[in-house]
Structures are given as C-alpha cells and as structure tokens.
T-cell receptor, first 115, second 113 residues
Framework: SAVISQKPSRDICQRGTSLTIQCQVD?????MFWYRQQPGQSLTLIAT?????????ESGFVIDKFPISRPNLTFSTLTVSNLSPEDSSIYLC????????????FGPGTRLTVL | DQQVKQNSPSLSVQEGRISILNCDYT??????FLWYKKYPAEGPTFLIS?????DKNEDGRFTVFLNKSAKHLSLHIVPSQPGDSAVYFC????????????FGKGTHLIIQP
C-alpha cells in the first residue's frame, strides 16, 4: 500500500475564487488519479495524472476548470477554478502502486465548501 | 448512465451473521473489480479485489464472488462485526486495473449488536 496525505483537509471558499489541493505520497508512483464525491453521491473520476505527461480528463471535466500538475513521482496538485456552490464536494487523490498490484489507494480527501 | 450499480442503499445485519453486499455492472470492458470501505470524513479503504479471470477471491472474513455472465459481483463478510459498519463501495476498472475506477453509489452496512 501507500501512505497518502492531502492538504488542506477542508476549506471554505468564496464564489469565483480558486482552491489548490495538494496530494503527497510516501513512495514513488507512476499513476495518480483525482476523484470528486459530491454530497450524497458516489466517487467520480476527474482525471488521471501521470508524471511527465499531460493529465487525461474524463468526460465532463476540462483542464481550464480543473488544472492538474504532476511535477514528480510523489506529488500532484488539483486546482478547482472559478468556484461555484456546485463545486462543493470532497476531492480525493488516489495512487496505483503498480507492479502486480492493481489496487488504488486513496488519500483522506479534501472537503470543499463554496459559499 | 450508471455503469456500476449498488441497488441497496443500506443493509442491516446482526453481529456474527453473514453480510452480503451486491453490485451489478453494465460495461463489458470492465475486467477488474474492487470493494472499498469508507468511514465518514475518511478516504475509501481498499478491502479486496478480483480479476475477471477468477470467480472467487478470499481474504480472511471477506470473500468476493464474480459472475461474469450475469455481470454481478458480491462481497460476503462473515462473521460480521460491529467495526464493519461503514459504507461499502463497489468499483470497476478496464485495462486490468490500470484505468481509473468507476464506482457504485455505495451500500451503508449497519451491524446490529
């Protein structure tokens, strides 16, 4: 498995601003993923972030709204831009440690509330 | 269109008995399936997984069964313990697990003493 931390753990933001969420892993991983869990809903994949390449976004998610950086094999950031109340969600990063392990391990999440 | 479905929002089971959580999927490209457990204010915790080349995988009290023809999988927990009370998510992936995960909406399992 992997130990994953996220910062901040929660935040309250004003409409129109942006929030950048950091994800740190205790080991080098090739594949990192960002998910969103809206209130009362399941987890939805936003994008896949591999080091050395542009993030790959799922249908319904665009780079202008959710820019992602992946500067090295242990770190990634997700920015949620131009915030609206509909962006109020829990944002989670996950990693796939690779090799024979296909499981994904999740961070604790960042709870975002937009006023 | 929901590709992974967990049709029971909640399930109540007596301590010591078997808990059976069900999951159905529609995408034939899915070939790797996982179960996660989630407590409030925490990220999902990986429980157990199964590849489409198998029909059963066991790990301690947890067993996952896969019926590919029916596009159905289930998680059995036996015996159920109070600490098992949580929300359980079924997830699926294509590409042998290399892709991102598609999640069901979850089942809230409540273990009654």
């Amino acid at each position: 498995s992997a130990v994953i931390s996220q910062k901040p753990s929660r935040d309250i933001c004003q409409r129109g601003t942006s929030l950048t969420i950091q994800c740190q892993v205790d080991s080098q991983v090739t594949m990192m993923f960002w998910y969103r869990q809206q209130p009362g809903q399941s987890l939805t994949l936003i994008a896949t972030a591999n080091q050395g390449s542009e993030a790959t976004y799922e249908s319904g998610f665009v780079i202008d709204k959710f820019p992602i950086s992946r500067p090295n094999l242990t770190f990634s950031t997700l920015t949620v831009s131009n915030l609206s109340p509909e962006d109020s969600s829990i944002y989670l990063c996950s990693v796939r440690t690779g090799g024979s392990f296909n499981e994904q391990f999740f961070g604790p999440g960042t709870r975002l509330t937009v006023l | 269109d929901q590709q992974v479905k967990q049709n029971s929002p909640s399930l109540s089971v007596q301590e010591g008995r078997i808990s059976i959580l069900n999951c159905d999927y529609t995408n034939s490209m899915f070939d790797y399936f996982l179960w996660y457990k989630k407590y409030p204010a925490e990220g999902p915790t990986f429980l157990i997984s199964i590849s489409s080349i198998k029909d059963k995988n066991e790990d301690g009290r947890f067993t996952v069964f896969l019926n590919k023809s029916a596009k159905h999988l289930s998680l059995h927990i036996v015996p159920s313990q109070p600490g098992d009370s949580a929300v359980y998510f079924c997830a699926a992936s294509a590409g042998g697990g290399a892709d991102g995960l598609t999640f069901g909406k979850g089942t809230h399992l409540i273990i009654q003493p």
